[in-house]
C-alpha cells in the first residue's frame, strides 16, 4: 500500500498538469472568401472573442468593420494564437482552400477579438 501511494500521487499530478490550452469556441467566429476573375482567393477570418459572441443575424454586418480603428492590441483578453491559427486552418480545409499555403496580408484586433485578412498562394 505504501509503495502505490508515491505512485498514485505522481498520477495525479501528471493528469492535472497536462490540461493545455482551452480550445477556442467554434461559435465565435465569422469566415468568408472570394475568388476574384483572375483565380486569386483571399479570405477573412474574424474570431469575435468569447465575450462578444454575435446575433447570427448580424455576423454579416460584424464580418467587415468600416472602421480601422481599434483597441491597443493587448489590451483586450489574451486569445491563443495557436488556437486561432488552428480555427482558420480548419475553416480552409472545410472549403478546400488555400491547398499550396496563404499569406495574412492584414492583422486588425477587434474589441474583443480580431480580424484577419488573408491571401491563398498559388
Known amino acids: 500500500m505504501l ?3 508515491p505512485l498514485l500521487g505522481l498520477i495525479l499530478l501528471t493528469g492535472c498538469s497536462s490540461a493545455g490550452p482551452k480550445p477556442l469556441p467554434e461559435d465565435n467566429h465569422a469566415f468568408s472568401f472570394d475568388t ?4 486569386e482567393t483571399e479570405f477573412v477570418f474574424t474570431y469575435f472573442g468569447e465575450e462578444a459572441a454575435p446575433d447570427p443575424r448580424l455576423r454579416r454586418l460584424q464580418q467587415r468593420p468600416t472602421s480601422d480603428s481599434g483597441p491597443v492590441p493587448g ?3 489574451y ?6 491559427f488552428l480555427l482558420l486552418e ?14 495574412i496580408i492584414k492583422r486588425r484586433p477587434t474589441r474583443h477579438g480580431i480580424t484577419m485578412q488573408g491571401r491563398c498562394a498559388g
Open 79 to 84: 486569445v491563443d494564437e495557436h488556437q486561432l
Open 3 to 5: 509503495r502505490t501511494l
Open 75 to 77: 489590451s483586450g483578453a
Open 90 to 103: 480548419r475553416e480552409l480545409d472545410a472549403n478546400e482552400l488555400c491547398l499550396d499555403g496563404y499569406r
Open 36 to 39: 476574384g476573375q483572375d483565380g
